[in-house]
């Protein structure tokens, strides 16, 4: 799988590790297409999303864990601020679709959350690890045209990565 810039050329670079494709997808990159099973057991691609609505793609190391939760219920709390703009926000993590209806219910979270048990898509994106163990806390903002408009990194900033959502989608 590739990325592709708006002119049909490949933007991203790619890596092989561990014979896993790794890209380092950036800002001006079109988004890589996949397909994930969410929290109710549905298949849901990115694509579904495309020319319709952006989308706030965050991926965050575990369901139910004190910065995962806090990062979830503030991007529940802003979730009408995010349609308002326009944008669909979506969580993925390796945790099963099970552990994500669990999560979504005891927190009443309206979005989708997407099962990469594989952490295929993940290796996609080529969401860095935390100290070599702890899987990456990456917001990826990609309009509607599919493209990445603003990547925000930091495992312990919750927050943050709602606020630069925010800040991009608004500015657009």
């Known amino acids: 799988m590739r990325a592709f810039n708006r002119n049909g050329t490949n933007r991203a670079s790619i890596t092989k590790v561990?014979?896993?494709m790794l890209m380092s997808v950036k800002v001006g990159d079109s988004a890589p297409d996949f397909t994930l099973v969410s929290q109710s057991g549905a298949s849901v691609s990115l694509q579904d999303?495309?020319?319709k609505k952006s989308v706030v793609l965050?991926?965050?190391p575990k369901d139910d864990t004190p910065g995962c939760t806090a990062q979830s219920c503030e991007f529940r709390d802003r979730y009408d601020v995010f349609t308002t703009a326009g944008a669909e926000v979506i969580g993925v993590s390796a945790d099963s679709p099970e552990s994500h209806q669990k999560f979504a219910a005891k927190?009443?979270?309206p979005?989708?959350?997407?099962?990469d048990t594989g952490n295929r898509v993940r290796k996609l994106y080529g969401v860095p690890s935390t100290l070599g163990l702890l899987p990456g806390r990456v917001t990826y903002v990609i309009d509607k045209e599919g493209v990445v408009q603003h990547i925000?990194?930091?495992?312990f900033n919750f927050k943050g990565h709602i606020e630069e959502s925010l800040k991009t989608l608004q500015a657009a």
């Open 49 to 51: 999303f495309r020319g």
């Open 107 to 109: 927190y009443q979270l």
């Open 58 to 60: 965050y991926f965050y």
């Open 18 to 20: 561990n014979n896993y």
């Open 111 to 115: 979005f989708t959350l997407l099962s």
């Open 152 to 155: 925000f990194n930091s495992q």
